[in-house]
């Protein structure tokens, strides 16, 4: 069974800071994807990366597949209110998606 | 080009009963994936269907089963519903497998919340 741990499964932090929250495996994936999720509505994809040790930028978001392509990582620069959601990280293998524990993240004004 | 759909957005239902919900994909899309999410166990795979075949199957009972029409629409069904069947249930529509080799984007619809009581 694949597994996707994350962390932090919490994170409250101020307006203008930067955070990271991890995507963890043991299991090899042959890519990796990130969706965030707000109340009331299905996640939305965020991006989807491909190789080992490739970095996407999405404006202040960065994320990054582990050389292995076992974890990955999502990184925000100067944090606003509006990056708050659900954080998923979601593994493609064995013909289906394995999603990840989730990241509630809330950044206040 | 509108989203996908699905209905009805809340339901209620007594233990025991069965339910029925529908998934109406993004227009050309043929893969359909449903997921189950509820806080302690988040976002779980159910099943995946395409072209009217199920593709590939998660870690549920067969209590849960679904189908695809030839329009691409889809509908789960639960039988004799437990009290842990509540959960948010996601419909995923994408272009092609949403599990294959390298994958594909999903677009999720907002889901239909159901309570067992």
């Known amino acids: 069974t694949q597994l996707l741990e994350q962390s932090p499964q919490f994170l409250s932090i101020q307006e203008g800071e930067n955070l990271t929250v991890y995507c963890n495996s043991s299991?090899?994936?042959?890519?990796l994807q990130w969706y965030r999720q707000e109340p009331g509505e299905g996640p939305v994809l965020l991006v989807t990366?491909?190789?080992?040790?490739e970095v996407k930028k999405l404006k202040r978001l960065t994320f990054q597949f582990g050389d292995a392509r076992k974890d990955s990582s999502l990184h925000i620069t100067a944090a606003q209110p509006g990056d708050t959601g659900l954080y998923l990280c979601?593994?493609?293998?064995?013909?289906?998606?394995?999603f990840g524990t989730g990241t509630r993240l809330t950044i206040i004004p | 080009k509108a989203g996908v759909t699905q209905t009805p957005r809340y339901l209620i239902k007594t233990r025991g009963q069965q339910v029925t919900l529908s998934c109406s994909p993004i227009?050309?899309?043929?893969?359909v994936s449903w997921y189950q999410q509820t806080p302690g166990q988040g976002l779980q795979f159910l099943f995946e269907?395409?072209?009217?075949?199920?593709?590939n199957k998660g870690n549920f009972p067969g209590r849960f089963s679904g189908r695809q029409f030839s329009n691409s629409r889809s509908e789960m069904n639960v039988s004799t519903l437990e009290l842990g069947d509540s959960a948010l249930y996601l419909c995923?529509?994408?272009?092609?497998?949403?599990?294959?080799?390298?994958?594909?984007?999903?677009?999720f619809g907002p889901g239909t919340r159901l309570t067992v009581t």
């Open positions: 995923a529509s994408s272009l092609k497998l949403a599990g294959g080799f390298l994958g594909d984007e999903q677009y």
């Open positions: 299991s090899v994936f042959s890519s």
């Open positions: 990366v491909v190789t080992g040790g």
């Open positions: 979601a593994g493609v293998g064995n013909e289906k998606l394995t």
């Open positions: 227009s050309g899309h043929r893969s």
């Open positions: 269907y395409f072209s009217e075949t199920q593709r």
